[in-house]
């Protein structure tokens, strides 16, 4: 059981069938960012991500493409998923492949562990299959198909037919853990986030839950079932392992005890798998669930959730290559209350672009930098007597130190980036109120122009530090322009407004440029 001073992080392992869009960036950000803040606090962090290459829907697309499945998942990780968190400046420690054998040995170990205790038989099913999903679906999440899908059952979610499949097939007891997840539920109520995700998934676990159809035997692209190898794994069952394969079950113990358990952070359309048969699985095997699940919301395009099937994807580059990482991150996890749906919209994102980060951030940056450069030959000033409007720059930046550190501990992003943007705006009004300009002018105010840019220095050493994990690429040029000491990176962020700072300033290129868009 890792302790309160470790700090692992996961998102969902994607499918490879197609290229990643940005609602896959969007999590793959999240992620990312709340790593980068328990990293820069001092905690032993590890981030996982990775791709899930088993299963029908990959075997169909790689057959439709005249290549194995191997072939395409190779291709697919090499050009498109590993990619994708460079174009948006993912820091990960890990990228798990349900194809390494690292995974595949030890799913095999986890499943004759489960077999071996009497948590899985042989039986019947009959239901409807998407394969878009990898999931048999109940009546109630199908709905009439329309246009070349009339009369036809079709998955909610995909809009596209389901199959009826009858197989014999290995299933998991886990109708027996209805009510130990209910009790650790109860127990930890903060297990599911948010709030409307946990009660989602306890008004289903409530309703019963049914035994889970864990190998699949009319096709073999994946895990060969240890004990039966005209069988081969569930997708779901295979994939949900990824979490703890990577960090050393089955073989690594010390690893293992050091990282796991994990927050997970997953979209809500697969929460129920998360926290609902991912801990149940771990319950049958003796071990501990996960830290925590966070299902976050989907992001729209014309007010339909983003999908390549649908054609309304949006490929992540096609942001950056106009308004750079940095801005896509920052856009995502501000503009979207995490936990919630979020509309995404070139119109939003330009006008944030340009009011909040390079007129509010960059444009404050760049004046204070070229102040201290003018008016102090470069040095760096010392504040001297203090005012009352020197002091409250000061304490707003403990605060938001302070508040930002706590909502991250929520997984509440957006609600940090707001903290500390109390800075960035107190910052802005601070030199519009003191004008140091006016205070250049003259001699007799020097001592009060020297405070005010020692004050506003100070302030921008604060946000490099809380901005690191939001926007890596400016806080380090900035970082570097306020001439302070080694990384920025390596200042503990839960005492941000304490940083230790330079004596003399460098050059500052415009962080946020302005960017012309298209009508």
Not at 77 to 101: G, M, S
Not at 261 to 273: M, T, W
Request: hydrophobic share 40%.
């Amino acid at each position: 059981m890792a302790d309160g001073s470790s700090f692992y992080i996961t998102t969902p392992i994607f499918y490879v069938n197609d290229v990643p869009h940005i609602g896959h960036a969007y999590t793959e950000v999240a992620a990312d960012v709340a790593a980068r803040w328990h990293r820069q606090a001092g905690e032993d962090t590890w981030s996982l991500t990775g791709t899930d290459e088993h299963g029908q829907k990959i075997l169909r697309t790689a057959t439709a493409n005249g290549v194995t499945p191997k072939q395409w998942a190779d291709k697919l990780v090499a050009e498109a998923w590993k990619p994708l968190l460079e174009t948006i400046d993912i820091a990960n420690d890990d990228f798990i492949r349900t194809t390494d054998e690292r995974h595949e040995r030890n799913v095999q170990r986890f499943l004759q562990k489960l077999y071996d205790e009497g948590h899985i038989y042989t039986g019947e099913y009959e239901g409807y299959y998407c394969v878009g999903c990898e999931e048999y679906k109940q009546q109630s999440e199908l709905v009439d198909g329309t246009g070349e899908y009339a009369g036809q059952p079709v998955c909610a979610i995909h809009s596209k037919p389901v199959e009826l499949l009858h197989e014999k097939n290995y299933f998991f007891r886990m109708s027996a853990f209805a009510d130990r997840l209910l009790a650790l539920y109860e127990e930890r109520p903060d297990f599911v986030q948010p709030e409307s995700a946990r009660n989602e998934v306890v008004s289903f676990v409530r309703q019963g839950l049914a035994d889970l159809s864990i190998s699949r035997s009319t096709f073999d692209w994946g895990v060969k079932v240890p004990w039966d190898e005209t069988h081969v794994v569930y997708v779901w069952f295979d994939a949900l392992l990824n979490y703890i394969t990577a960090v050393g079950y089955g073989e690594d113990e010390a690893e293992f005890a050091r990282r796991w358990p994990a927050q997970h952070i997953v979209g809500k359309d697969i929460l129920r798998f998360h926290a609902v048969i991912w801990p149940a699985m771990l319950m049958a095997a003796g071990l501990d669930v996960p830290r925590g699940v966070f299902g976050h919301g989907w992001l729209l395009v014309g007010g339909e959730k983003m999908s390549k099937s649908k054609l309304t994807g949006i490929a992540p580059e096609q942001i950056t290559d106009v308004f750079g990482s940095d801005a896509f991150r920052f856009y995502f996890m501000s503009a979207i209350s995490f936990g919630q749906d979020g509309s995404f919209s070139w119109e939003d994102l330009a006008a944030r672009y340009q009011a909040e980060l390079a007129n509010g951030f960059g444009n404050l940056a760049s004046r204070v930098i070229a102040m201290i450069t003018r008016y102090c030959d470069g040095a760096v000033p010392t504040a001297g007597v203090l005012s009352p409007a020197d002091a409250e720059i000061a304490t707003i930046a403990r605060r938001a130190t302070e508040r930002s550190w706590e909502a991250i501990g929520r997984l509440a992003i957006h609600e940090a980036i707001a903290e500390v943007w109390q800075l960035v705006d107190a910052l802005n009004g601070y030199l519009t109120n003191e004008e140091p300009w006016a205070l250049a002018k003259d001699p007799e105010q020097r001592d009060r122009l020297e405070a005010v840019l020692a004050t506003a220095y100070r302030g921008l050493g604060t946000l490099a530090v809380l901005l690191s994990p939001v926007v890596p690429k400016a806080s380090a040029k900035l970082w570097t322009a306020l001439g302070a000491p080694g990384e920025v990176t390596a200042q503990r962020i839960d005492r941000a407004d304490e940083a230790e700072l330079g004596e003399r300033v460098q050059p500052l290129e415009a962080l946020f440029p302005r960017v012309e868009v298209a009508e």
